[in-house]
């Protein structure tokens, strides 16, 4: 049945409210600065006052809405914001949606079911569609809301749209779940960390002796980040042949990289230069006030950062322990006052090295080490389950919505996908 998206679903622009009517507490917002390709980002998030929530009450996010930017880069560049679409998962309920952004839902589900038009809004025939009809520069392009309305496809009998829905939620759910697995621990080494190394509350130390000038325990020291690391200290040469592993600066999200371009080295962009190596930590020179960050753990071979980076080596410090003080609200805001630029403030390589840590004793870096070394493994494992999972899903994902794949030979599992009668795993 062929149906126009203006006919058949609700359309409601972001709220526009003004800058006075933020505050510390209240209502979260979603900006478009929240959310990627895959996810929502809680780390940053900005909150309405309770006042102002009758007038935007409409603009609160319900589970399964579809979110829309409708603002942002060109999509020619790399992950452009224009255009992009997420899915309300079940912790973002509740949300007030922000201007540049809209939410779309189903208003006639005898006919298209949302969960399917969450799918269909992700495929590269809608958002080729929607992308065509935006206007503006390649830094900052706008999609009418007109655009999006005249979409019209083919959908299916609405319970194959529910099978298709289905089986594509299966592989979202394991990715939450495998995020929640790794917010968990990633909690559990801050409690941790807090509690050994900012309140001074040892395993078997019940009193602490602190130093009058340092404020630090003895026997404890201060140094700069350049004395326990080396900072940008191996470059791409110009004679390599093979092919490298790409992170381009723009490819960050909030707090972690959402994707890597794999290139032939003579087509690689200039900025292709620094190597990332096993426990290294890379730090976005960029914003640094947006914790744009990431642990390198059991990188693939050629993993190149880009030149907007900052790769830190541990030399004398664990991965463990370091990645978790240059992740402190300290650090970042000693980023972020050194920052310069007005679009973009950033900071550069001279400010890391400059950057003080402190160093606890050896004996308890062991042990926050043996504890927590596992935990980036685990992490880590996760984080590779669900890029493999985000592929499968994605290569599902057209072949199920032109009815490439044939549902009645599809039997939906638990596990991973689901299984063909032949036994061949899609």
């Not at 940053?44 to 930017?69: M, T, W």
């Not at 779309?104 to 590269?124: A, P, T, V």
């Not at 389950?385 to 039997?411: C, F, T, V, W, Y």
């Amino acid at each position: 049945m062929r149906l126009k998206l203006e006919d058949n679903c609700t359309f409601i622009n972001g709220g526009s409210w003004t800058a006075n009517e933020y505050a510390d507490s209240g209502y979260p917002v979603l900006k478009v600065s929240n959310f990627d390709k895959a996810s929502i980002s809680y780390n940053e998030l900005s909150y309405l006052q309770e006042s102002s929530f009758g007038k935007y009450k409409k603009n609160e996010l319900k589970l399964h809405d579809i979110v829309i930017a409708t603002v942002g880069s060109h999509p020619s560049l790399i992950n452009s914001a224009a255009g992009r679409c997420i899915t309300v998962p079940k912790d973002a309920v509740g949300l007030l949606l922000n201007q540049n952004a809209l939410c779309l839902r189903s208003n006639n589900l005898d006919f298209i079911d949302q969960r399917y038009l969450g799918y269909l809004c992700k495929s590269q025939l809608f958002q080729h569609f929607i992308q065509q009809r935006g206007k503006g520069a390649a830094n900052q392009m706008r999609i009418p809301i007109g655009g999006i309305k005249s979409f019209e496809i083919d959908f299916p009998e609405i319970e194959t749209q529910r099978k298709i829905a289905s089986i594509l939620s299966g592989y979202d759910d394991l990715i939450e779940n495998n995020l929640k697995r790794i917010k968990l621990l990633e909690e559990q080494a801050q409690q941790t960390y807090e509690e050994w190394f900012v309140r001074f509350k040892f395993p078997g130390y019940e009193d602490v002796d602190i130093d009058a000038v340092s404020g630090l325990p003895v026997g404890w020291d201060l140094k700069k980040l350049n004395e326990v690391s080396k900072i940008n200290s191996k470059s791409l040469k110009k004679d390599f042949k093979g092919k490298i592993k790409y992170i381009d600066i723009a490819s960050v999200s909030i707090g972690k990289i959402d994707s890597t371009t794999t290139y032939g080295f003579s087509e690689a962009p200039g900025r292709a230069k620094r190597i990332v190596q096993h426990g290294d930590i890379i730090w976005s020179c960029v914003r640094p006030n947006r914790k744009s960050h990431s642990v390198i753990w059991n990188p693939e071979d050629n993993l190149i950062a880009s030149t907007g980076f900052c790769v830190i080596s541990p030399k004398s410090l664990p991965t463990s322990y370091l990645l978790k003080y240059l992740t402190t609200d300290s650090f970042v805001a000693y980023l972020t006052n050194l920052a310069g630029g007005a679009a973009y403030p950033a900071v550069k390589a001279i400010d890391f090295k400059d950057a003080d840590v402190v160093v606890p004793s050896k004996n308890l870096l062991d042990k926050f080490d043996n504890k927590f070394r596992k935990v980036l493994e685990v992490s880590n494992n996760l984080q590779n389950q669900n890029q493999h999972l985000k592929e499968a899903r994605d290569i599902l994902l057209p072949r199920l919505m032109s009815g490439m794949i044939d549902l009645n030979s599809l039997e939906v599992n638990e596990g991973l996908g689901m299984v063909a009668e032949d036994n061949e795993k899609y």
